[in-house]
């Protein structure tokens, strides 16, 4: 069975974070583990706290796996500090890891920082380069790139900078804009492909990046193809989002089914 490893953190409502990483894992029938890089306190309506945790746990946590199990696939989510950014770096970097997707998760849906904003430079500067495939969604691009996204075009030339910082494919998501489907897009440094779905409507989309992600990295673990690996992954998201709750009194989750695929 492919083994696949979460580095992120841990959303207390079970929405978004390590939690919904393991519950996709589980729904694609592959061996979920998990680094947890911080802890918050959070539900569908916001986040209240978050408590990193130490760097030097984060890498014994790491290396206590990988010196025991070969892992299929890495899924990167939660990082928050420049210490955390660089010992995983440095780690995953020991171990040759090449299955990594990066999700590079900076702001939550209620507006609190994530990745604290001296870690962006860490972030474009170690991990980015390591990503077999990074997965912003239009504010992080934006981050990312320092420019602003408001069409398809501006989405195309974002993929192209980000690129350039040394993934080997990026993912641009496009759920932010207001447009009737919800279309990404994978640049490979030639080809531009897209990924379209009608948008669900509805407000429950808490943890849509962080499943989607790491969708894609029990894909890739499985050995499919990057084209196909983000193919099947959109499919998964848009039924999760189309059963998703309204637990909570905000933004609820979406829905993990097992053998989501013979549903
Ligand atoms: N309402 C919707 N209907 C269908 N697909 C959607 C909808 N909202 C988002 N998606 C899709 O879900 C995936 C995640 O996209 P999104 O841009 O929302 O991620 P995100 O903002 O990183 O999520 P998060 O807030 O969990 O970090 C993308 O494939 C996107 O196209
Ligand atoms: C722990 C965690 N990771 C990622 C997200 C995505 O926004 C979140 N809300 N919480």
């Known amino acids: 069975m492919e083994r696949l490893l979460t580095i992120a953190g841990s ?3 079970g929405g978004a974070g390590i939690q919904a990483d393991l519950k996709t894992f589980s729904a694609h029938e592959v061996f979920g ?7 918050t306190a959070q539900n569908t309506q916001g986040v209240f706290a978050v408590q990193d945790i130490d760097p030097g746990i984060i890498k014994k946590q790491i290396e ?5 199990i070969l892992v299929s696939a890495v ?6 500090q420049v210490e955390t950014i660089k010992t995983i770096a440095d780690t ?5 890891e090449q299955n990594i997707v990066l999700d590079p998760v900076m702001i939550s849906k209620s507006g609190y920082d994530l990745l604290q904003p001296d870690a962006k430079e860490a972030l474009i500067e170690h991990l980015i380069p390591l990503a077999r495939v990074i997965t912003p969604n239009i504010p992080e691009a ?3 790139t320092g420019r602003s996204i408001k069409t398809v075009v501006e989405m195309k030339e974002a993929a192209k900078m980000i690129f350039e910082m040394g993934p080997s494919y990026v993912l641009v998501k496009g759920g932010h804009l207001e447009e009737e489907d919800s279309t990404d897009l994978l640049y490979d440094g030639t080809d531009f492909y897209f990924y ?18 790491s969708a894609i990295a029990a894909n890739l673990g499985k050995g499919q193809e990057i084209r196909d690996a983000i193919k099947n992954a959109k ?7 189309e059963h998703s709750f309204s637990i909570g009194k905000g933004v609820g989750p979406v829905h993990h089914f097992h053998n989501w695929y013979k549903a």
């Open 92 to 96: 995953l970097k020991h171990y040759n």
């Open 235 to 241: 499919d998964y998201i848009q039924m999760a989002i």
């Open 142 to 144: 934006e981050v990312i």
């Open 75 to 80: 899924k990167i989510g939660m990082v928050s």
């Open 64 to 68: 206590a796996i990988y010196d025991d």
């Open 33 to 39: 583990m998990s680094v947890i890089t911080a802890v």
């Open 196 to 213: 379209t779905s009608k948008r669900v409507p509805t407000k429950n989309t808490h943890g849509t990046g962080c499943t989607l992600s």
């Open 11 to 13: 959303d207390s409502s």
